[in-house]
């Protein structure tokens, strides 16, 4: 875990926990800047095409949601900064209504064929597109089939952590499971062409009736 993200999550109460688990509790260094995303996590944030997004009710019961789109449609604009566009879609606005009152967040990204995980925290506005228009061109992702843009997401990025990936089981797209057959088939087109060439030079290479 990085610091920062130490320190927000292991609280008194889980330090209580750990000691009467374990009967000792991790120490936490003071952290108080918030993390930048390195070259590391901007590569595996660009590289999804979905994600979970946490928010919180004005009663504090916690929310969850899977949002998808093309890949890189959760776009880095610095490192400290995450922005997504939310198309049309049930009309209920769950998490838009849960952050006029809490903007705290939390984002769940998942590589499943590589069993990787990355968990961020932050603090999410939503941006009316007639008031950043330029915000817009950078999230509008003209390859999505779903539909028009009515509002902006952006995510100031507070802390990070990458889990490991025990318990994590294997799964994959259309789009990958297509690409590794893709792969076996060439494999298998070019092993029996070199078995077709073995077959024809033993031909070749037979003995000749004499005249």
């Given at each position: ?74 776009r ?86 990458w ?16 690409e ?30 004499s005249?």
């Amino acid at each position: 875990m990085t610091q920062h993200y130490l320190h927000r999550h292991l609280t008194p109460a889980v330090g209580e926990a750990q000691v009467m688990a374990y009967g000792q509790s991790h120490g936490v260094h003071p952290a108080p800047e918030p993390d930048p995303l390195g070259a590391r996590e901007i590569a595996f944030i660009t590289a999804r095409d979905s994600f979970y997004l946490a928010s919180l009710t004005e009663a504090g019961a916690p929310y969850i949601q899977h949002r998808g789109g093309p890949v890189g449609f959760l776009r880095v604009l610095d490192a400290h900064t995450l922005g997504f566009a939310d198309y049309g879609g049930n009309r209920q606005l769950l998490t838009a209504g849960h952050l006029r009152r809490d903007r705290r967040v939390a984002l769940f990204l998942m590589d499943y064929p590589a069993q990787r995980r990355l968990k961020i925290d932050g603090e999410a506005e939503v941006v009316r597109l007639q008031d950043d228009p330029h915000l817009l061109e950078l999230l509008y992702a003209q390859e999505t089939e779903a539909g028009e843009v009515e509002r902006l997401f952006r995510i100031k990025v507070d802390a990070f952590d990458w889990n490991c990936p025990q318990f994590i089981t294997p799964r994959y797209t259309v789009s990958e499971l297509e690409e590794r057959e893709r792969h076996l088939r060439q494999r298998i087109a070019e092993l029996e062409n070199a078995l077709k060439r073995r077959g024809a030079s033993n031909g070749a290479g037979g003995d000749h009736p004499s005249g």
